[in-house]
């Protein structure tokens, strides 16, 4: 079936270093792509997303970069700080005809202070 | 305030009892979902819907059962529940396939 691999599976930087996320879809109508972010014990909130027409976006600190043609999209994390500690997840969906979302498997993120 | 909210938030039963997770979101979403969330395998869908008595399996359906007779309301069922399906239930909802996915507070879910 379809899936999502998204690497790596645990991160540690320092404060005020970049964090760089990457994930793999295998779903070429995947036309969607939400990165979430998830704090212990509460439930996942979105922290920026990526249409398929569009090959990158940010919002502050963060980014996102989209590269279609090889089904891979990342998430980079500049100036990071002790609050930016959590698991990210990134997910591939496909809303033409469905509503079908795939989720990596999490990567979880340590900046030390 | 606009919220998805689930109940039970915890839940312990045994193996065969039939049980029912409730989904409720005040946002008029067309779309909502259900993921189970296990370590190491992220979150995965079980079924989606797209609107009232429109609904589909996602990644993981077996064991499960939901409908769609509200626009609001978005239901989990599971008729026999077995150890296996021991996991943190997450519901979600959104306005259009291509936005924001709104999650609700988690169910954790135990079968002995």
């Known amino acids: 079936g379809e899936n999502v691999e998204q690497h790596p599976s645990t991160l540690s930087v320092q404060e005020g270093d970049s964090a760089v996320i990457k994930c793999t879809y295998s779903?070429?109508?995947?036309?969607?792509f939400p990165w979430y972010k998830q704090e212990l014990g509460k439930r996942p909130q979105l922290i920026i997303d990526i249409r398929s027409n569009v090959g990158e976006k940010k919002d502050q600190r963060i980014a996102v970069t989209l590269n279609k043609t090889a089904k891979h999209f990342s998430l980079h994390i500049t100036e990071t700080q002790p609050e930016d500690s959590a698991v990210y997840f990134c997910a591939a969906s496909t809303g033409t005809g469905g509503f079908k979302t795939i989720f990596g498997a999490g990567t979880r993120l340590f900046v030390k202070a | 305030e606009a919220q998805v909210t689930q109940n039970p938030r915890y839940l312990i039963t045994v193996t065969g009892k039939k049980l029912t997770v409730t989904c409720s979101q005040n946002m008029n979403h067309e779309y909502m979902s259900w993921y189970r969330q296990d370590p190491g395998l992220g979150l995965r869908q079980i079924y989606y819907?797209?609107?009232?008595?429109?609904?589909d399996k996602g990644d993981v359906p077996e064991g499960y059962k939901v409908s769609r007779k509200e626009k609001r309301n978005f239901p989990l069922i599971l008729e026999s529940p077995s150890p296996n399906q021991t996991s943190l239930y997450f519901c979600?909802?959104?306005?259009?396939?291509?936005?924001?996915?709104?999650f609700g507070p988690g169910t954790r879910l135990t079968v002995t």
């Open positions: 779903d070429s109508a995947s036309n969607y």
């Open positions: 819907s797209m609107n009232v008595e429109v609904t």
């Open positions: 979600a909802s959104s306005g259009t396939s291509e936005d924001e996915q709104y």
